[in-house]
């Protein structure tokens, strides 16, 4: 499993013959001949397509987890987000590989909208069933006003990475740097 950041798509492929299995994220701009690879939403709640995300895994259930940047939050520049409307996620993406559907099941961060926003670097983590680690790495604002680049690329930035712990969806462990982190892990001291 490969996951593109610049193409906004994970991509699980067979070791053995080096075929594509299939194709998470947003289908739209891709050629025809890649499309019968994405998945198709299967479900009326509400579902979110990842942007430029990091850190996708297999969870042992069979579930794609991620954090979702969200980037833009769309592949057509005249649709694109402002950083200030935005938001990043680390969100559980159900998919069913035999009829190629997928339905959005867990988020954490988009409540949150652009104080959580990180255009670049963050991770999520599978602790154990239901319990989970989000890091937000990448969030910059410049004169209180959230940046939609690297910090890098800005000049009098203000540098902050949130990162939680949820377990049964309750957040029992909240901590804010300020810096920029590319990746967080949970480590024990015994």
Do not use: C
């Amino acid at each position: 499993t490969l996951s593109g950041r610049h193409q906004d798509a994970v991509v699980n492929i067979n070791y053995d013959t080096e075929e594509i299995n299939w194709i998470l994220g947003d289908p739209e701009g891709w050629e025809k001949q890649y499309q019968q690879y994405f998945f198709k939403v299967d479900d009326d709640k509400e579902f979110d397509w990842q942007y430029a995300q990091h850190a996708a895994m297999i969870l042992p259930n069979g579930n794609v987890f991620l954090f979702d940047n969200g980037n833009n939050r769309s592949k057509k520049k005249e649709n694109y987000r402002k950083a200030e409307d935005n938001f990043s996620r680390g969100v559980i993406y159900d998919i069913n590989t035999d009829n190629k559907t997928i339905k959005q099941v867990w988020e954490y961060g988009k409540e949150l909208g652009s104080k959580f926003y990180s255009p670049y670097i963050s991770d999520v983590d599978a602790l154990d069933n239901n319990h989970y680690i989000i890091h937000s790495g990448g969030i910059s604002s410049t004169k209180g006003k959230p940046n939609n680049t690297p910090a890098s690329f800005n000049k009098d930035v203000t540098l902050n990475s949130i990162t939680v712990e949820i377990k049964d969806d309750e957040e029992i462990f909240h901590m804010e740097l300020p810096t920029n982190n590319y990746r967080t892990e949970k480590m024990s001291l015994y």
